[in-house]
């Protein structure tokens, strides 16, 4: 019964490191995602401008495409494209997993839709991408390093608490 006991303790530790280094791959993906879809949306905005329901039509089909769909549904119902924004970014679960500072990137971010000039959107939206960019760099950073270290903590914690239980 102890070994049973030693072996849960073990895995629920090298689950539990696993599971915040996870977290940090998860968070930089999210973010290269958005970074991508911002110099989709640029290009869209640069290229072929049109109405912004329109344009993010294109981003339905990626990683965060749930996202754009609701975000798609929330203006026509707002006040602004702003408002929409916030608070379809606020409501999405995907974004739950990031940080203050990585969520106020992307609020600050949907402020330059639709609140400029087409030029001068193009210009915010390739800006706060190159900012996610940078934050999905600093992540990765993080993922090797920090990363590492929880999932061998987790494992040397699990090791020593099968040898106290067993």
């Known amino acids: ?4 006991g030693g072996i ?3 895995t629920i530790c090298v ?12 968070r930089e993906e999210t973010m290269r995602c958005f970074s991508l879809d911002m110099k989709a ?35 026509p119902c707002a006040e602004s494209v702003e408002q929409a924004w916030r608070q379809t970014a606020v409501e999405y679960g995907g974004f739950g997993v ?8 992307l609020l600050q971010a949907g402020s330059s839709i639709g609140r400029y000039s087409a030029e001068e959107g193009v210009k915010a939206l390739k800006h706060w991408s190159g900012e996610a960019q940078r934050r999905a760099e600093e992540l990765h950073k993080q ?14 914690g699990g090791l020593a608490a099968m040898l106290l239980i067993v």
């Open 143 to 156: 993922s090797l390093s920090k990363g590492a270290v929880y999932q061998k903590l987790g494992l040397l």
């Open 98 to 105: 990031l940080s203050r500072d990585e969520m106020e990137t």
């Open 41 to 75: 949306l640029a290009a869209e905005m640069e290229y072929c401008p049109r109405e912004i329901g329109n344009m993010i039509r294109r981003l339905y089909g990626g990683k965060l495409g749930r996202f754009w769909q609701s975000f798609g549904e929330a203006i």
């Open 15 to 26: 689950l539990f490191g696993w599971s915040k280094a996870a977290a940090i791959r998860l």
């Open 1 to 4: 019964m102890r070994i049973f």
């Open 8 to 10: 849960a303790a073990l």
